[in-house]
């Protein structure tokens, strides 16, 4: 048996499933556009016919590409609620993961916290973007912004979901970081060693691109480009008030709890979109002067997009910014993510002192092909 000759095999109507397939892919919950779900599209390229296991599933929030894929999903599913916003199954979710088998022989899991807690062979290769973050850095992933309601029910629940987390983990040997952040995040929390496979990215240029409608005028005169979630530990609310009082323009791609906060609080040269497609956003990307990535990211994803179309970043000196951006080549760091730190960047960024050529040439580094390549051969590994 190989680990590509994966037989398709069908789900029935209570998510349960007829025959043990050799391999399956386990992600947290596909309710979101983000680096983790760009992650299992890679693994569905590597494994066409393996099944997706998943506690939820909102195919209008997340990628159309995952319409195509076999989406096996928890009791919870059915719940348009949780669909909606995954943060309000928090209490259900540890019951719910460690009840979701994966009938395969072989599983590559995608986590974020809670997909290694899933029923899956103990042999199960474990690609993890962070232990979880609610649970380790509660104060940075949530900021202030937790309503009272779910804020008592998170406190009481965080001791609980620490044991759990962490019997998840001892149980399953095999793990793979997504950065040298992450790396030694693993081992502080876990006190597992871990190698590094760095996630790709896979927008590109020379592929088709579409406008953005009703942002044709904005678009053609320039702008910074920022991609991202939003959510408070993003500080996307740092950058959108960095650009009042500039001449410079801002283009905010993202969804999440904070849109209508940030809105209220910009200036007419910050403009919002949510839910773009591929090409509307290579046509983003392609027309940007620069990206920002101001967050606390594990890995940091958006800088490589942006340098595939020959874009520097302003960067955070943090995180897995520290695996994705060359000073100088690539991009520029900044300190903090304030306010003062990311202005002062904007104004001083000449992008005609980055050559778009050794750009391109650095983020080839990352691409999905590698990935693909890299992780197969750690499956073999680990069999």
């Known amino acids: 048996m190989t680990l590509l000759s994966i037989r398709s095999r069908t789900t029935t109507g209570d998510g349960q499933t007829a025959g043990t397939v050799p391999l399956a892919i386990a992600h947290d919950y596909l309710t979101q556009r983000g680096g983790a779900e760009r992650v299992v599209l890679a693994l569905h390229k590597a494994f066409p016919d393996a099944p997706i296991y998943t506690t939820l599933y909102n195919p209008e929030n997340t990628y159309p590409e995952f319409k195509d894929c076999q989406i096996i999903t928890s009791p919870l599913n059915h719940f348009k609620i949780f669909r909606k916003d995954h943060r309000l199954a928090l209490p259900l979710l540890p019951f719910f993961s460690s009840r979701l088998k994966v009938d395969a022989h072989r599983v590559v899991v995608s986590t974020t916290g809670w997909a290694h807690g899933f029923d899956v062979p103990q042999d199960a290769l474990v690609y993890c973007h962070s232990p979880a973050r609610w649970i380790y850095l509660t104060d940075q992933y949530l900021g202030n912004r937790l309503n009272k309601g779910l804020a008592r029910i998170f406190k009481t629940m965080r001791p609980f979901l620490r044991r759990w987390d962490r019997a998840a983990a001892m149980r399953l040997p095999n793990y793979v970081a997504n950065s040298s952040t992450i790396q030694q995040r693993i081992f502080d929390v876990y006190g597992k060693r871990a190698d590094i496979i760095f996630p790709p990215h896979s927008v590109q240029d020379g592929q088709q691109q579409e406008p953005i409608a009703g942002l044709e005028d904005f678009m053609e005169r320039g702008y910074f480009m920022i991609v991202s979630r939003l959510l408070p530990y993003k500080n996307v609310q740092y950058a959108v008030e960095a650009f009042s009082g500039l001449d410079h323009q801002l283009l905010v791609v993202g969804a999440g709890p904070m849109l209508d906060e940030l809105k209220s609080m910009s200036t007419p040269n910050v403009a919002f979109v949510s839910n773009i497609s591929?090409?509307?956003?290579?046509?983003?990307?392609?027309?940007?002067?620069?990206?920002?990535?101001?967050?606390?990211e594990d890995f940091g994803i958006t800088p490589l997009e942006g340098g595939a179309f020959g874009k520097p970043t302003i960067a955070l000196q943090a995180g897995g910014f520290l695996d994705t951006i060359s000073e100088g080549i690539n991009g520029a760091f900044i300190n903090t993510p304030s306010v003062q730190d990311i202005r002062k960047a904007v104004q001083e960024l000449d992008s005609q002192q980055?050559?778009?050529?050794?750009?391109?040439?650095?983020?080839?580094?990352?691409?999905?092909?590698?990935?693909?390549?890299?992780?197969?051969?750690r499956l073999v590994q680990t069999s």
């Open 354 to 377: 980055y050559s778009a050529e050794a750009i391109k040439a650095h983020v080839k580094r990352f691409s999905e092909e590698r990935f693909i390549d890299q992780m197969k051969a």
């Open 278 to 296: 591929d090409a509307q956003m290579r046509c983003a990307y392609a027309g940007s002067t620069a990206l920002l990535a101001v967050s606390h």
